[in-house]
């Protein structure tokens, strides 16, 4: 059988979020206070809402990015470094050629799309069949830190996409807006170097995972075993681990749980995706992206 790992290429691993607002949008604080709140963070996006905000002022963060969140009434999407001329006869409607054109034009320019807090079922939030009817987006927003658990998870509508054969990456914001909304969820990446282009190849290439507090030495594969090394360290592995890996339709392939520092699953070949979540004791947890297993 092949199963392609993302988490092939070496670097370091790199911790940032991509969906954040000012009070360029709906936020509650000025750029500058919004970098000084993800101080220690290796890069940050600012995604206002229907806005391009310009990255400027005083930073300690090493990389940015540009991103705008494509606002509707019904569906919201985030856009990575998108071009600036999506701006000029710029629409929010939510169709899914207005949709797939902002998508089209952002990764010809080198970024990419992600459909965010597909769950937020009170106000914005995506139909899986509307999800299915796009192309050539990157990811699902599986974590949203906005504060509402039953509305900012979203490993349901990955998963349903997912098990079509359709290919996307998770990833973890926080969405933040107030106070107490930074720092909850964000993507740990594997980079070359930090710069922009090497974190977008990395991520890209679905080399990260999302974080919300614990994570990943590394994922390999040993002939038809995924092995998934943890955060390890002499604290660390006193702790408890609860090890989950899930394959297609969400289906519960094997569960480790101990003061362990390492997981693994031997692939039967039929999983059509293998992807692991962890918790730490206390509750702090980090979500691989998908292993594809292909019968040969
Ligand atoms: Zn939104
Ligand atoms: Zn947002």
Redesign the pocket.
């Known amino acids: 059988m092949k199963i392609a790992n993302p988490y092939t290429n070496q670097g370091t691993w790199l911790k940032g979020s991509f969906?954040n607002?000012t009070t360029n949008s709906d936020g509650w604080f000025p750029l500058e206070t919004v970098y000084k709140m993800y101080g220690g963070y290796d890069f940050l996006g600012i995604?206002d809402h229907d806005k391009i905000t310009k990255h400027e002022g005083k930073r300690e963060i090493p990389t940015v990015f540009e991103a705008i969140?494509v606002s509707s009434r019904q569906t919201?999407m985030l856009l990575v470094q998108p071009p600036h001329k999506i701006m000029e006869d710029y629409s929010n409607e939510f169709t899914i050629e207005n949709y797939q054109r902002f998508v089209d034009l952002t990764v010809e320019n080198g970024g990419f799309a992600v459909l965010?807090h597909p769950n937020r079922f009170f106000s914005n939030y995506w139909n899986l069949e509307d999800m299915l009817a796009m192309d050539r987006y990157l990811g699902v927003e599986v974590y949203n830190g906005d504060g509402n658990p039953e509305y900012d998870i979203a490993f349901d509508k990955w998963d349903a996409i997912l098990s079509t054969g359709y290919r996307v990456w998770g990833f973890g914001n926080d969405?933040s807006h107030v106070y107490g909304q930074e720092k909850r969820a964000w993507n740990v990446v594997m980079a070359e170097e930090n710069t922009t282009e090497a974190i977008i190849r990395a991520i890209k290439a679905g080399n990260f995972y999302v974080s919300t507090g614990y994570g990943f030495e590394g994922i390999r594969v040993e002939g038809n075993t995924i092995v998934a090394d943890l955060r390890s360290n002499e604290l660390l592995d006193k702790m408890y681990k609860y090890v989950t890996f899930f394959g297609k339709d969400g289906k519960v392939l094997k569960e480790s749980t101990g003061r362990i520092s390492q997981a693994q699953y031997e692939c039967q070949g039929n999983e059509g995706y293998v992807r692991v979540a962890v918790y730490l004791e206390g509750g702090y947890s980090a979500f691989s992206q998908p292993l594809f297993v292909e019968k040969e």
């Open positions: 969906h607002h995604s969140e919201h965010v969405d």
